[in-house]
């Protein structure tokens, strides 16, 4: 989109007009997208400056610059709260920041981006040094990418081996196995591919967000020698912490390497061939000369010390090996206890390894739960994968936490090693014994476990520890302002402003936006009568909103009154089932995060098999409705969408964006606020196109 404005060439002075790109985009995709579009386009045309504006949302990017824009373009404005490849701006001045800025400095970016530093061949690290200081940083924006990528691999490969276990599993000697060759060791076997991509699949993606297409191989390879302790003497590999370190090592050694000047016959062949095999050599070798051994020396030494400790008290050594299990899920720490324990099953003490069977699935557990006790603070893929991790913690896996301490390692690790401790020496002092290495409820379920009600006593009460300290720090985090609740691809969304986001009918069920339960019954809802014809009056927004989905003033004064109301007005139609459960979807979107956008607009919205097809209402509010914006104003414009289940493809997504983007008109705001009648207001609604 070009902005009309001012006459060609720029006017009496005979100046060349400035010519600006812009690329805006948050982690959902939606609404803030449009809107940081739509206001830096209105900004640019009233200070006479050419505007081309890429949006990058959740159907694709749309108004894609092309090379010749690039070429012609004075500068370059980054509104965005993930990852946008910068490389094709080379040469170019680039400001980059997040997208909330976009909504609300339009004209302040403009100017700022004309003194903005020339961007070279690769995205710097830390992002560009004249940001707008609410920007992600790198490091965030590159361990997100890793996780997000990580976590279907988890979630896959724990699954399948859980699946496995449960119906071809049996206790042996060695462990809780699959009969080697039957159609149940396959699927174990398919399962543990997906556990032994997930640590170079975390590695390789953090590289990719800071290096670029170079980085991926050094950031996958290094990760799979980071889990690979054979290659450096170790009985371990260093798991997900060793991934994270690996990732970070070739991100930024990919950087260096792009900053080395080279003859012009060699630069084509640097990201493809130099980059990648000097970067992958020199990370491999670092890390098996320089860091493995050290990772060896703690292996041993932790060995050697438990050694000595098989004398002190039952509690003592429980607490201890259960924060040892819990400290890194499948690395140095976590093996050294294991084995341990696993080591004394031979010689007839089975009380070690019970403490630590109690404490293997406390994380998984742990997290799982936390997820379901307090849905707001996570993302919708934190509370998918919170599910999955409940399954695997059942089995003993205690990977399915992974995701949850690679993305908040300050948080979720301290949790979960005080869940373990607790888990390990309750089992400690009960005396808890496990005759085969491996640990979780399935364990008892086989009859594995000597003193099987204090175990699974001891498993419970360290999930619960492990699940109450994560939401605690997280929100102890939140109210100190230095992370917003939700993480993931949600935590940004959060800190722009509360993205908002269709979510299913399951989410946050009963929650009310306060977060206190919702009331089942069903209040009454004024009647509502058309203010005209609902065939006399222009359809808007595909039919979607009609003149029976109009309310030119709203009796409410609270946010769930409101909610109320206009589910009332959108159940004339004849297109909601359950008047109670529109309601009730649409408090508990509200619970994870508000929908007022700021500018006196609220957009409500829910997803739900409560309705038969796409509706949207529109209402006034003449004295306006607290709905906790960021920017402090009272929603008086406000928007309900609903939409069946089955409406997870894009039309939604259109939706939003249409709205997005013409309420970001303070014309269009002023004549929706201004318009007498139910018609009249219609008319207006009818420009959205």
């Known amino acids: 989109m070009t902005s009309p404005a001012g006459p060609p060439g720029g006017g009496a002075s005979g100046r060349k007009r400035l010519k600006l790109l812009a690329v805006t985009a948050c982690p959902t995709g939606i609404a803030h997208t449009y809107m940081a579009a739509e206001k830096l386009t209105q900004a640019a045309a009233e200070l006479g400056v050419d505007m081309k504006v890429e949006t990058q949302g959740s159907i694709g990017a749309e108004n894609v610059l092309s090379d010749n824009d690039v070429r012609e373009a004075d500068g370059i404005i980054i509104a965005a709260d993930k990852e946008v490849d910068r490389e094709r701006f080379a040469g170019k001045r ?56 990580m976590i279907p691999f988890v979630v896959v490969g724990g699954l399948l081996i859980a699946i496995a276990l449960a119906l071809g599993g049996h206790a042996t000697a060695e462990g809780y196995a699959v009969t080697p060759g039957t159609f149940w060791d396959h699927v174990f076997q398919i399962g543990v591919l997906g556990f032994t991509l997930m640590i170079p699949i975390l590695s390789g993606y953090i590289a990719y967000a800071i290096g670029d297409r170079p980085a991926l191989v050094p950031g ?11 290659l450096y003497d170790s009985k371990s590999g260093a798991g997900f912490i060793g991934a994270i370190v690996t990732g970070f090592l070739a991100g930024y050694l990919v950087l260096w390497i ?53 004398g002190t008290s039952a509690v003592l050594l429980g607490a201890l090996l259960g924060l040892m299990i819990a400290f890194d899920m499948g690395g140095p720490v976590n093996k050294t206890a294991f084995l341990f324990g696993t080591g004394l099953i031979a010689s007839g003490n089975y009380a070690v390894m019970g403490m630590c069977a109690a404490a293997i699935p406390v994380m998984p557990l742990g ?11 996570y993302s919708e893929q934190e509370r998918d ?40 020496a309750i089992a400690g002092v009960a005396g808890v014994g496990d005759h085969v290495p491996h640990g979780g409820p399935v364990v008892a379920a086989l009859g594995a476990v000597g003193g099987v009600g204090w175990f699974l006593i001891a498993i419970a009460i360290g999930t619960v ?13 939140a109210r100190r302002g230095a992370q917003p609740a939700p993480a993931g691809a949600a935590a940004a969304a959060a800190a722009a402003a509360a993205e908002p986001v269709l979510v299913g009918a399951g989410v946050g069920a009963g929650a009310g936006a306060d977060g206190t339960a919702v009331r089942t019954h069903a209040e009454p809802v004024p009647a509502v009568t058309a203010t005209a014809p609902a065939d006399a009056r222009p359809e808007v927004l595909s039919g979607y ?16 009154a409101a909610i109320r109301e206009m589910a009332g007005m959108l159940a004339s139609t004849g297109n909601v089932r359950d008047v109670d459960e529109l309601v009730r979807v649409a408090l508990a979107r509200e619970a994870q995060g508000t929908t007022g956008l700021g500018e006196s607009i609220a957009i409500p919205h829910a997803k739900t098999d409560a309705v038969t097809r796409p509706t949207v209402g529109f209402a006034r509010s003449a004295e306006g409705i607290e709905w906790g914006a960021l920017d402090g104003t009272k929603a008086r414009l406000l928007f309900m969408i609903s939409v069946p289940e089955a409406a997870a493809g894009d039309e939604h997504l259109r939706i939003l964006a249409l709205l997005s983007r013409k309420l970001m008109d303070a014309g269009f705001r002023d004549r929706l606020q201004s318009a007498p009648d139910g018609p009249a207001v219609l008319e207006v609604l009818s420009e959205i196109r």
């Not at 003859?263 to 992958?280: D, E, L, R, S």
């Not at 695997?392 to 373990?420: D, K, Q």
């Open 367 to 377: 997290q799982g739960l936390a997820t379901v006790l307090r849905r707001k603070l």
């Open 545 to 560: 909103l009609t003149a029976r989905t109009v309310r030119t003033e709203l009796a409410a004064d609270t946010k769930e």
């Open 385 to 424: 994968t919170g599910m999955a991790a409940l399954f695997m913690g059942v089995f003993g896996i205690s990977e399915g936490a992974i995701p949850f301490a690679a993305a908040r390692p300050a948080i979720v690790i301290p949790a979960n090693m005080l869940g373990g401790a607790v888990a390990g």
């Open 465 to 477: 520890v492990t699940a109450l300290t994560t939401n605690a720090l997280i929100e102890i985090k």
């Open 220 to 230: 996958m390879i290094g990760g799979f020698i980071a889990n690979t302790g054979a």
């Open 258 to 310: 792009k900053k080395v000047k080279v003859p012009k016959v060699v630069q084509p062949i640097m990201p493809i061939i130099v980059i990648p095999i000097v970067a992958t050599t020199a990370l491999g070798l670092f890390f098996i000369y320089v860091i493995g051994k050290p990772i060896s020396w703690v292996f041993e030494s932790l060995t050697s010390w438990l050694s000595g400790m098989t």
């Open 94 to 149: 680039v400001l980059s920041t997040g997208v909330a800025d976009g909504i609300h400095q339009p004209k302040e970016l403009i100017e700022r981006v004309q003194s903005a530093p020339v961007q070279t061949g690769t995205a710097p690290a830390g992002g560009s040094g004249a940001g707008g200081g609410k920007e992600r940083s790198l490091a965030y924006k590159a361990l997100m990418n890793g996780v997000s990528y």
